[in-house]
Structure formats: structure tokens, C-alpha cells
Nanobody, 123 residues
Framework: VQLQASGGGLVQAGGSLRLSCAAS????????MGWFRQAPGKEREFVAA????????NYADSVMGRFTIPRDNAKNTVYLQMNSLKPEDTAVYYC?????????????????WGQGTQVTVSS
């Protein structure tokens, strides 16, 4: 499985961005997917996750109500819609796939990771 994240960029505080993560493979629709981020000098942290159907989602408290994680299984793609962005959202964002198991905040159980896309929010 290969994951290709895209859509990052520079945005002003209060703005929006949509990240995309395109996956290879024919069984994407069975994977739980997650987004994580890592800011300079900080550890990687969980952002959001979605189960295989899109029916169950998890969010970090810091992004609840601002971010959503829709997926399109027909396009083998998961998104991270980010609204009301804050400077503290600045980080490299990574998508991850979990082949077996439900969506979760715990990054250690994800099997595949994308290369990351930079999001910078200016104040």
C-alpha cells in the first residue's frame, strides 16, 4: 500500500485547507484511515481517524468542531477538511492506513504511512 498526501500550503489564520491522501491497492475500502501531525520540536500527535465505511470518526480535542475526515472509497482517497485554522495547527501532516482493525488515535497500530504534507498557518 502506498499513500500519497497532498494539499498542504500556507494559509492565514481563520482560513481553510483540504488535505488529500490517495491510496494504492484494491482494498482501500476495508482500511481504517488516520491523520497525524508533527510540529517542529514536538512529537507526532493524532488528529483524526475514520473507519472503513466513513461512519465512525475520531478527533483530537484540539481539532474537534474545526476538522472533518471524509473518505471516498470509490476514489481510494481520504481527506482532512480543516476550517478555522490556527497558527498552532502548523505542522507536517501525515496520513496512515490500518489494514486490520478499527479507527483509533494510537499511531502505533497503523501499518502504512504517507510522506507528509506541510501546513503553515500564519497569524
Amino acid at each position: 500500500v502506498q499513500l500519497q498526501a497532498s494539499g498542504g500550503g500556507l494559509v492565514q489564520a481563520g482560513g481553510s485547507l483540504r488535505l488529500s491522501c490517495a491510496a494504492s491497492g484494491r482494498t482501500f475500502s476495508s482500511y481504517a484511515m488516520g491523520w497525524f501531525r508533527q510540529a517542529p520540536g514536538k512529537e507526532r500527535e493524532f488528529v483524526a481517524a475514520v473507519d472503513w465505511s466513513g461512519g465512525r470518526t475520531n478527533y483530537a480535542d484540539s481539532v474537534m468542531g474545526r476538522f472533518t475526515i471524509p473518505r471516498d472509497n470509490a476514489k481510494n482517497t481520504v481527506y482532512l477538511q480543516m476550517n478555522s485554522l490556527k497558527p498552532e495547527d502548523t505542522a507536517v501532516y501525515y496520513c496512515a492506513a490500518r489494514v486490520h482493525g478499527s479507527s483509533t488515535w494510537y499511531g502505533g497500530v497503523y501499518d502504512y504511512w504517507g510522506q507528509g504534507t506541510q501546513v503553515t498557518v500564519s497569524s
